[in-house]
């Protein structure tokens, strides 16, 4: 059974527990719970017919230690927080509550006493961990580390891995893309609306080459779908959280300027929201999942990219390219990526790509003519690890890095060697190609490049 965090597990009597039922009745289950936690702190040790009461939310349960005599229980599990929280006991018997939600069930205690986690990915990691304690526990118990935890140091690439899909990295036109309309006029102050559709997946992608994990998206890709606007735009998101995902989600536009505990609470699977906002600012933003743990969210693939041109547009150009850099802290194959593993405060992440996949466009390059105009989109969106973006061989004459420009054709002759990036923080960035060859597109942070972030921009037919 894979575990998100370390526990302790004992020698593991019978435990058994039936179908949960819901208080559908219960005014204030919420209150009741707490009532009830008060009175079993008071008796002290629980004995056999007593009801157990836990009660969950970000991320911790009360208790995180009962103490009862082995025997049969009722028991309630409520959930106080704001996203879906479950708890699994030591044979793997999950019980699930929505938020305000109180799911009545039985258990047997052992001698040896019982675990319990919150088996959703990343809570356990945070706190949501627990013991049931029967004073017979015997002094010999088995460690059992989880998928995620600090101890899963390396992770050993498959040969049997799908074949990693290779991101388009061109940049849209404004209100096109995968689930966007742009509908002229269509916006209630009279300007235009962009229509989007996201709906959030979570499935197995390649992340690089052998490396298969469980990733969460927006519309189906990691990153997710670009979306291209000019200041004035009305953006209408419908988010969608399909009934078959495990997770409560949510997102957060940078680009707009909205009320926290509104558009961007959290929805639980089988869930939709209204997400709506002018571009007022021009910029490269971020979009990204704000659900706690909001680092493993971000860190397993739910992020995105926001352009939003001056309302008189960007001047045009061919060549346009969408780079967004993220880092990946592998998880065994197959699974979620390692929150433990972000959480540290040096993270040391197992990979950098751009678009999503590690060493993509060294693979496959990006192909630009031979002296002409080229703007790249960039985002650093993290999220912990700062960006040193830098193209071999050439020099940026145009830069635009969270409002402050560097023109092209600037008196004095300036130019741009790197574009340093905080998480969260974008650029666009315009050069031209001197002759063919191969530019290698880095971030000039060197111990990097060689873990995935390293690309090639292929120019003319890349020979010198």
């Known amino acids: 059974m894979n575990r998100a965090t370390r526990w302790m597990v004992a020698s593991v009597a019978a435990l058994a527990v039936v179908a949960p039922a819901c208080l559908a009745d219960d005014p204030d289950p919420v209150g009741d719970a707490l009532a009830g936690l008060e009175e079993q702190a008071v008796a002290g040790e629980l004995q056999p017919g007593d009801t157990m009461i836990f009660t969950g939310d970000e ?21 106080v927080g ?125 992340v690089a080459e052998g490396y298969e994990q469980k990733v ?45 505990n509104d558009e961007m609470r959290s929805i639980a699977p089988g869930e939709e929201l209204i997400y709506e906002f002018t571009t007022d600012y021009a910029g490269v933003w971020m979009y990204h999942c704000g659900t706690d743990p909001v680092l493993h969210h971000i860190a397993n693939g739910m992020f995105g990219m926001v ?32 929150l433990a593993k972000a959480n540290v405060g040096a993270p040391s992440p197992d990979l950098i790509m751009f678009n999503g996949v590690a060493f993509q466009y060294l693979d496959d390059p990006i192909e630009v003519p031979t002296g002409e105009r080229v703007r790249l989109f960039v985002l650093n969106v993290g999220p912990s690890i700062d960006s040193s973006f830098h193209i071999v061989g050439t020099i940026f004459d145009t830069v635009i890095k969270e409002g402050v420009a560097l023109t092209r054709g600037n008196e004095g002759s300036w130019g741009s060697q790197a574009v340093d990036l905080a998480p969260a923080q974008g650029a666009i960035i315009e050069l031209e190609t001197a002759e063919d060859g191969l530019y290698p597109i880095v971030t000039h942070a060197f111990n990097f490049p060689g873990r995935g972030a390293l690309g090639l921009l292929k120019s003319g037919d890349g020979e010198p």
């Open 59 to 79: 991320f911790s349960f009360t208790p995180e230690e009962v103490r009862a005599a082995p025997g049969h229980y009722n028991a309630t599990f409520t959930n």
């Open 82 to 206: 704001e996203i879906r929280h479950d708890i699994t006991f030591e044979d793997g018997t999950t019980v699930v509550a929505d938020p305000g939600e109180t799911v009545e069930f039985e258990l047997d205690v052992p001698p040896d006493g019982l675990s319990y986690i919150c088996e959703i990915p990343g809570h356990a990691d945070s706190g949501m961990v627990g013991r049931i304690v029967t004073g017979n526990e015997s002094e010999e118990v088995e460690l059992v580390v989880a998928e995620g935890s600090e101890a899963v140091a390396v992770v050993e690439p498959d040969p049997a891995a799908p074949p990693y899909r290779r991101a388009d990295p061109q940049a849209p036109a404004r209100g096109e893309g995968p689930g966007m309309t742009l509908i002229e006029g269509g916006a209630d102050d009279g300007g235009d609306l962009i229509e989007v559709e996201l709906v959030m997946t979570e499935r197995l992608m390649t």
């Open 216 to 260: 969460w998206t927006f519309g189906d890709t990691v990153p997710g779908p670009p979306i291209r606007t000019r200041v004035g735009d009305t953006v209408r998101v419908r988010l969608v959280n399909p009934i078959e995902n495990e997770l409560s989600h949510s997102i957060d536009f940078h680009a707009s300027q909205v009320a926290w």
């Open 307 to 338: 352009i939003t041109e001056p309302a008189s547009g960007l001047a045009p150009i061919d060549n346009e390219f969408v780079l967004v850099q993220n880092e990946w802290y592998l998880g065994e194959q197959g699974a979620v990526s390692s």
